[in-house]
């Protein structure tokens, strides 16, 4: 590149956001990841789907672009939003709309985690659907990369972190936790190793509080050390 095309050159900044929340597989009934798409309704890929995002607004900083992204596309407003990664491949912009060919454009990547009660106000409409994470079709841009890249972090980020606790609600019980755990890494586990690993982390603490509607002996009820997470700090690979 000489010195006058890189004079030349802008840098554009959008925000994107992968939301991962649980729901039944359609199929098996086992709970599984999904996120929402958006389908886009000019060129390029008019009629794909793509990831919730945009350019960001001069007005924003990068978490309330993402967050007003998410808000009028989805309805969602997740607790759990956290900066994934950057992507700036230079080849990528020749792809991205609303851009001019010269551009450089740096995608800005958050996640969002979401709980069930969450899930139960997003917005289905003509242009917005939900889609096995697993099971997607072929995306707009550069996308498909962008959800494989968040699939990974997730299913390797919680086996080291607390991150499961982003899809539960405030209090919890072991097993819900372990089923979180099952449906984002797609395995059975153990229950009982589970439960010894779960407790021996020290990142649970139980409320006194039981299951309240079951048959049985009422399962105890915990929450999350910290209480529930609503990060919005860079993800630290």
Sequence with gaps: MTIESAIDQRVSLAVSTVIFALRPHPDSGLMTLWLPLVRRIREP???QWALPGGPLESEDDLASSASHTLQRTTGLEPRYL????AFG????????ADHQPSDRVVSIVY???VRPDEVARAVDGDNVEWFVADDLPPLAFDHTEIVDYALARLRAKITYTPIAHGFLP???TLTELREVHEAVLRTVLDPANFRRQALASKTLIPTGNCLQGTSHRPPALFRFEAGPPTST???RR
């Design 111 to 113: 996640w969002a985690l």
């Design 170 to 172: 405030p209090e919890f």
């Design 82 to 85: 956290e900066q994934l990664y």
């Design 45 to 47: 890929y008019e009629g």
């Design 233 to 235: 700090t860079k993800e």
């Design 89 to 96: 491949n230079p080849e990528r912009s020749h792809a991205l």
